[in-house]
């Protein structure tokens, strides 16, 4: 049968691919333990399960969704409360938020919206795999801005030349950031909202770790800039402050016009989300704020953890201030492929190459906080086992 073009540009889903590694050697009877897979293990919480079972039993919400598009007006205030509370941000429910089957299918109906094929699209290198696939999809050109530990792993503007910035028509930005853990400042969306306005780009700021931040970081939104709803939308996500990425709801925020865009794309492509799971999220944003402390307790801990083991095998590790994520550099002079290689091989622990999000995020590994915390123990004790011959320490 014949696979569309566009598809061929795209390489298997990574974490798709992982799954099927560790299943492989799960098969052989291999004990692995990925620590690759950002997927909270926690359970929801029960306010949010007790909503859904409720809603769920009113024949009411068997039908269509309310609102197929654009969520339940019910649901788009609640968002719109929780964005006053959390980050003073004011929005309009009616015409500036809209209800997502999550953030990832957000991107995806944010490019569609807004770009047309042949046009540039700027994201950061590295970055989440899905924003490359949604630009490709869309017959977009991805753009990759460098983002380097010097810079806090925040893009330099500056280093975008303005013909490409002329061409461009949209930018995915995700902080706290997926893979890095950094978290950007009011002042660098300053310079975004800046950027954007003079060369006339549609900004998609990801904001799935709101939340996850540590060491009295605040959580942030682009969308407290001044001038943010004018150039572009905040996505983001019930999936990790809740520990509700299986039940897949999201929002998107910002710019009415945009916000109409992917309303008219979801329109025509889904009918939106049960209702019965926008009453669990609205009973998730009204009546379960304590996970999130809760969490982050657990990922303080976790995230102490392994620092305590890499620096005690010879790292000089600070770890990033956001997300459930720790970027860790490979030992000197290995690559990120031979450095998980060697963790899967001497340790059966299963970590995601750095080079899988681009080039410049080759030089580190990705470690997941989102583990039983004794299989984490686990897996330290394991690594711990590796010799400083093997992980090429020479002190
Ligand atoms: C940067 C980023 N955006 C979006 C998502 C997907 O979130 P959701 O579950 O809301 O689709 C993830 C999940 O890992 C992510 O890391």
Redesign the pocket.
């Known amino acids: 049968m014949q696979i569309a073009e566009r598809l061929r540009k795209i390489p298997p889903y990574l974490f798709i691919e992982l799954r099927n590694k560790i299943n492989q050697a799960r098969a052989a009877g291999i004990d692995v333990i990925s620590l690759a897979i950002?997927d909270p293990v926690e359970p929801t919480p029960e306010p949010i399960i007790d909503a859904l079972c409720t809603a769920a039993y009113n024949q009411e919400n068997h039908r269509y969704p309310t609102d197929e598009e654009k969520g339940m007006l019910a649901f788009r205030q609640a968002v719109a409360d929780w964005y006053r509370d959390r980050y003073a941000v004011q929005l309009d429910p009616e015409t500036e938020v809209l209800g997502l089957i999550?953030?990832?299918?957000g991107?995806h109906h944010f490019i569609l919206a807004v770009v047309n094929p042949g046009e540039v699209v700027l994201m950061t290198d590295p970055g989440?795999p899905?924003y490359r696939a949604s630009i490709l999809m869309a017959g977009g050109e991805p753009y990759n801005m460098a983002i380097r530990a010097e810079d806090n792993f925040l893009p330099k503007f500056e280093d975008v030349s303005s013909d490409v910035a002329k061409k461009a028509t949209a930018m995915f930005l995700?902080y706290p950031n997926?893979p890095t853990g950094a978290v950007a400042t009011p002042e660098f969306f300053a310079k975004l909202v800046e950027f954007a306005r003079t060369y006339d780009i549609a900004v998609c700021h990801?904001n799935?770790?709101s939340e996850i931040v540590f060491d009295g970081e605040k959580p942030l939104s682009f969308l407290a800039t001044p001038g943010a709803k004018d150039v572009g939308v905040e996505?983001n996500?019930l999936?990790k402050p809740f520990n509700m990425?299986g039940w897949?709801i999201?929002m998107a925020m910002g710019n009415p016009d945009l916000i109409r865009g992917i309303a008219k794309v979801k329109g025509n492509t889904d009918s939106g989300i049960f209702n019965a799971i926008q009453y669990a999220g609205i009973a998730a944003l009204k009546k379960c704020q304590d996970n999130i402390p809760k969490m982050l307790d657990i990922y303080s801990r976790r995230r102490a953890q392994v620092v305590e083991t890499f620096n005690g095998l010879g790292w000089n590790y600070t770890p990033p201030k956001g997300t459930f994520y720790l970027w860790i550099p490979t030992p000197k002079g290995m690559s990120s492929l031979d450095f998980t290689t060697l963790l899967f091989e001497k340790a059966s622990v299963v970590v995601a190459a750095g080079a899988a999000y681009g080039e410049y995020g080759e030089g580190y590994i990705r470690i997941v906080l989102t583990v039983p915390d004794d299989r984490l123990t686990e897996a330290l004790e394991r690594i711990k086992r590796i010799t400083n011959y093997e992980l090429r320490i020479t002190n």
Do not use: F, M, Q, V
């Open positions: 950002g999550g953030s990832k299918e991107c989440y899905a995700n997926n990801d799935p770790y996505l996500s999936s990425t897949r999201g």
